[in-house]
């Protein structure tokens, strides 16, 4: 079935680690502070993985409920994959799409992201977009998901993730989002940056998309169907 395997390709973004006593909140006392890592970090890898796959599903359960409610009922787990430019990234179970059971989702995280210190507001802001991923995946039919197949164009998938990016901030996660884009700037190969400030909203670009929805609430609709492609569309659109 290469075709089958061709339409669900990745729904990427890049992502962080995890603190010791961070597992309870996303809502930091000092969303500055960097995150450490997990229980264990000294021990073994295994044991370090574990870890923070047990505090990333902490977080993730605090998302849903606070932020998130219309995923109360999703089926949703937390995986690893491993990359040399991607942290986190959002997929849904092929097995089960093909045979038509009930869908599920998966959050899936790079272990190397346990070895870094990225801010601990810009992994609660990553996995809020990795969230409004499922959010967008689950309120598709199982046809509509075909058309995932356009993730294949550059363009297409900009347009996917900028749009991701804004129902985050829209949700008030932007701060978390420019500090994770400084972060994550620096933690990726020189040669794979071109990609993420194509794809990703830059933390200029969210700047000002918060301040401009903070006088004009109703751009969040238009964006979502218009898309900014660069910080000067963004400075162009009307109401």
């Given at each position: ?8 390709l ?25 995150l ?14 574990d ?15 606070e ?63 990795e ?25 297409y ?53 918060q ?19 660069n ?9």
């Open positions: 079935m290469p075709i089958a395997i061709l339409l669900f990745p729904v990427c973004a890049s992502s962080q680690a995890i603190p010791s006593g961070f597992a309870e909140t996303c809502s930091p006392k000092d969303p500055g502070e960097s450490g890592s997990p229980p264990g970090y000294a021990k073994t890898d295994r044991i370090r993985k870890a923070g796959l047990d505090v990333i599903e902490t977080l993730i359960h605090g998302l849903r409920s932020s998130f409610p219309e995923l109360a009922h999703v089926d949703l787990g937390v995986r690893t994959f491993h990359s040399e430019a991607d942290y986190f990234r959002t997929r849904f179970s092929l097995s089960r799409f093909v045979l038509l059971l009930r869908m599920r989702y998966y959050v899936e995280i790079n272990p190397a992201l346990f070895q870094r210190q990225p801010p601990s507001e810009g992994v609660c802001a990553i996995l809020a977009h969230l409004s991923h499922v959010v967008s995946l689950s309120h598709r039919n199982r046809i509509h998901r075909f058309g995932l197949v356009r993730l294949m164009s550059k363009r998938t900009a347009k996917f993730e900028r749009r991701t990016d804004l129902e985050a901030i829209h949700r008030g996660y932007g701060d978390g989002l420019k500090s994770y884009r400084v972060w994550v700037y620096a933690h990726v190969p020189t040669n794979k940056l071109p990609a993420k400030l194509r794809n990703y909203f830059s933390p200029d670009e969210i700047s000002d998309i301040m401009k929805l903070q006088d004009h609430p109703d751009l969040f609709v238009y964006w979502t169907k218009h898309v900014p492609e910080l000067k569309q963004i400075e162009k659109s009307l109401r």
